[in-house]
């Protein structure tokens, strides 16, 4: 827990005099992931004669959002020297093809990253859960198959990939210099992209943790003793401000759309945080957007770089020190 | 969270006058489990003429505790009706022995669990994570494997084998008839077999948990708050009576050697919990001995039966509901 004197010290708490909570830009951090990445990536392109790390995206069928999530993961993947492949099976596509495809790109030595984009798009009815374990474990950059799941929620932290959700919250935690050991960290939602392995990270980087989700009946009292407090929820504003322990570091990884007629479409987006009131009494606080939205996409990147490095570690006399950081 | 009214109504608090914890028996809950899965067992054996659930134990090398552990699992299977079988490897078996043996028990049909005695007696090094995740999920009826704990900590209950310690734990609980949906649990410890599975079984069954551990500063704090406590730490009476919350139900997985000159060989064993104070202030508590300990075989001969039957579900036109419930 953090003494009064460490308070007094904090952004955002000045003796008796109230400031607001210091900002965690997502929009800076993941600009400075994807720079460090670039830098890595030239390093082994000029080691190993031009090779580059190499990332598959399956996409089924033709969905708007899919579209342009999948062309900001490939714009960026360009960015850093990521080769980037956008393989798309029509909506007729069948589990057994997708399966295929998957298979395919499980075999194939040149790829390093391989993600579904979900939802899977198809006219026939398609499990997302068996084409996702489908992935090999060496390839799933998404951190969604039951192996990687497994290693990081049992602790084999060097051995798994990350879902990149969670992995960008440790990221921006990590940017308020802030040790997350033996703080009390509080998780609402418990989903597989993010509350269930934020839960993991945190709990292996040491933090008591707390996981709180629907049915959790006394909400504002166990938010109230989060040090670092992570929301999954999917609910818009749904955290006031006056539950939060002054001082706290509050990572939002709600993306709402809320009517507002002032707006241009008539909607604007927020978080699972009420913001306005939240950054009176937060230390930390990350915007919705350029929170942890631009995160993720630059965690794929990162795991990418990761799994490209560890297919060097393998085929090549090749060792480095960052390897280990994923 | 219990009401006044409620505790007024649990065992252990009555007004204001303070009886003891009412005493949940592993041995009687454990006799009821093998009781009814003989009758499983029965049931299956005369509808499949003769067919019986199987268990292969390997064990490599010779170790006393390992011996005894051993015998009290063909015991309790010999009991129930499954077919068990003792694999030995020598002491100067290799990873690569043991791997070909699991790999030969993975391919056989004939048997529908699979477990490997820890710790391994080998001269040589094996890794012993490499050996548990050989497993096939579907015969892993320790729930040790990579697959089996990402199932389970994302909440596929009903396709993985859970630990044979946390089922035993999760089955004292309902033994106490207080739902999990809703309360607060605290879970002490985050190792595979104990603490992070049983975190993940509690959370799924709808309880907020915190998850304790060696890092964490104000462990008495934390287990204050539980309306659930399970403690899997390893260390001797650690948690004291009076850091109870009055009315809980506390689940001791500890079992410790402490010097006793009273005793015939000089020791006797206690559990993490102070038991005489603990139970001044629960509602509910397990002895040590007498408690979790005799679960874990029994719920090791629930994940076998379950395992048998899901192989018929496949193989025949057999249905039931009781394989849901694993």
Chains 1, 2 share one sequence.
Request: proline share 4%; aromatic share 4%; glycine share 8%.
């Amino acid at each position: 827990m953090w003494s009064s004197l460490a308070l007094r010290h904090c952004p955002g708490f000045h003796g008796s005099r109230r400031f607001l909570a210091t900002v965690i830009s997502g929009t800076k951090t993941s600009r400075l992931v994807k720079d460090r990445l670039k830098v890595e990536v030239e390093k082994i392109s000029s080691e190993f004669s031009g090779f580059r790390p190499s990332l598959v995206v399956l996409q089924v069928g033709q969905r708007d959002d899919s579209n342009l999530y999948i062309s900001t993961k490939l714009k960026a993947a360009a960015e850093i020297g990521i080769e980037a492949k956008h393989l798309r099976l029509p909506q007729t596509a069948t589990q057994e093809e997708v399966l295929e495809c998957v298979m395919s790109v499980n075999n194939d030595e040149s790829v390093h990253g391989l993600i579904v984009q979900l939802p899977l798009d198809s006219a026939h009815f398609i499990d997302a859960e068996v084409i996702t374990n489908a992935v090999s474990p060496e390839k799933d950059v998404d951190g969604l198959s039951c192996v990687n799941a497994g290693r990081l929620s049992r602790g084999n932290m060097n051995n798994c990939f990350i879902p990149c959700t969670p992995n960008g919250c440790m990221e921006l935690i990590k940017q308020t210099g802030v040790s997350v050991e033996g703080k009390h960290a509080v998780v609402i939602g418990r989903s597989k992209i993010v509350g269930a392995p934020m839960h993991d990270l945190l709990l292996w980087n040491h933090a008591t943790v707390t996981c709180c989700h629907s049915k959790t009946p006394d909400l504002p009292e166990q938010v109230s003793r989060a040090d670092i407090l992570v929301v999954g929820a999917g609910r818009a504003e749904m955290v006031l401000g006056d539950w939060l322990k002054e001082g706290a570091i509050v990572i939002d990884c709600g993306i709402n759309h809320v009517p507002d007629d002032t707006k241009v479409g008539g909607k604007r987006v927020v978080g699972d945080v009420h913001y306005s009131s939240a950054n009176q009494r937060a230390g930390f606080i990350t915007p919705v957007p350029g929170g942890v939205g631009p995160m993720t996409v630059s965690m794929l990147m990162e795991n990418t770089v990761r799994s490209a490095q560890r297919f060097l570690l393998k085929t090549h006399s090749w060792t480095t020190d960052t390897v280990d950081r994923c």
